[in-house]
């Protein structure tokens, strides 16, 4: 059997989350039209006859600009270490500047590691633009780096997504699978089910909202047929407590009805989902604020 960790990176929004849950063909991290949506590795298994691949989606490169960014380009560049085979996710266009230089550092750390790992490029959203807008594309990448193989994909629709498994397994090592077969992450169930309520947040508030939320769970209690979920939305400053909340709490309403309907789907039983929104004054800045959190 062939198993392995496969590391899966690109700038922020560029559809990583989107393909780890095709990969695994479940919801496990959270997606949204807005950028740094991830910001902890989320891990997905696949497991089949012919060996196991553990994905893991990592949140997008980016400049950080305070704490938390700090954390998040850590635990990007964590994966990096981890990795058995690497997807390089990007858009449909031409290599920009930001592009290349993350694909620069990997080229170095690569050209270091004496242990070279394969890389993919994978250039994703195939399905919005026509075969000849791509090949051009596709011509440029190839001409700038050297990769193990260049596969244009949908994560949305699945376009190739079966050929990259494919190609996936054909370089991994020999190795037995590292988790059960039956088990889609090996991630606590708090960890994801502050993945769902994120991405709610992400989805359903705008502007600098979701930027300045995190999430924490203060109860998670399993009963015969239920799963209580107490959690906490910490923000920034009271004005954007009061914005999460909502006229009426209506807003808070929205996440939480859509959260208790992904986490019943995920979590397999009904859930009762309480949510709080308190201040948490300079929670991105402060190291101390962000273990608390749960971001260590
Ligand atoms: N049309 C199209 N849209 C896609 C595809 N894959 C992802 N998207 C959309 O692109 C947006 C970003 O997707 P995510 O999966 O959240 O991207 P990400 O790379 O995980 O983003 P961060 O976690 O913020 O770094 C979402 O609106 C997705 O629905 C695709 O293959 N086609
Ligand atoms: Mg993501």
Redesign the pocket.
């Known amino acids: 059997m062939h198993s392995g960790f496969v590391s899966i990176i690109?700038k922020?929004?560029?559809?990583?989350?989107?393909l780890l849950n095709r990969l695994v063909g479940m919801k496990l991290?959270g997606?949204?039209?807005k950028?740094?949506?991830?910001c902890i590795v989320i891990r997905g298994i696949l497991s089949e006859s012919r060996g196991q691949i553990v994905f893991l989606?990592t949140?997008?490169f980016h400049e950080p600009k305070d704490a938390i960014g700090r954390f998040m380009m850590r635990q990007a560049t964590q994966t990096f270490l981890d990795a058995d085979l690497f997807y390089v996710?990007a858009d449909p266009v031409p290599p920009d500047e930001g592009m290349g230089a993350l694909l620069d550092r990997i080229e170095a750390e690569q050209l270091e590691d004496k242990m070279r790992k394969p890389v993919f490029c994978l250039i994703?959203?195939i399905?919005?633009i026509s075969k000849p807008e791509l090949l051009p594309v596709l011509d440029q990448y190839q001409k700038r780096f050297s990769f193990d193989e260049m596969i244009p994909i949908?994560?949305?629709?699945g376009d190739q997504v079966d050929l990259l498994v494919d190609q996936t397994y054909a370089r991994l090592p020999e190795h037995e699978p590292y988790f059960p077969p039956d088990i889609t992450s090996d991630q606590a169930e708090r960890v994801l089910v502050v993945e769902f309520i994120r991405e709610k947040i992400f989805r359903f508030t705008g502007e600098e909202i979701p930027y300045a939320a995190a999430v924490q769970i203060e109860a998670f209690e399993e009963e015969d047929k239920l799963i209580r979920v107490h959690a906490v939305i910490f923000t920034e400053k009271d004005s954007q407590k009061a914005i999460l909340i909502g006229a009426a709490g209506q807003k808070l309403k929205q996440i939480g009805t859509a959260a208790r309907k992904d986490l019943e789907q995920f979590l397999g039983k009904h859930v009762f989902l309480k949510l709080w929104v308190k201040t948490l004054k300079n929670w991105k800045k402060d190291e101390r604020y962000l273990k608390r959190l749960g971001f260590k």
């Open positions: 690109g922020p929004n560029v559809g990583k989350s989107t991290a997606v949204s039209k950028p740094q949506t991830t989606d949140p997008g996710l994703n959203k399905d919005t949908s994560a949305q629709r």
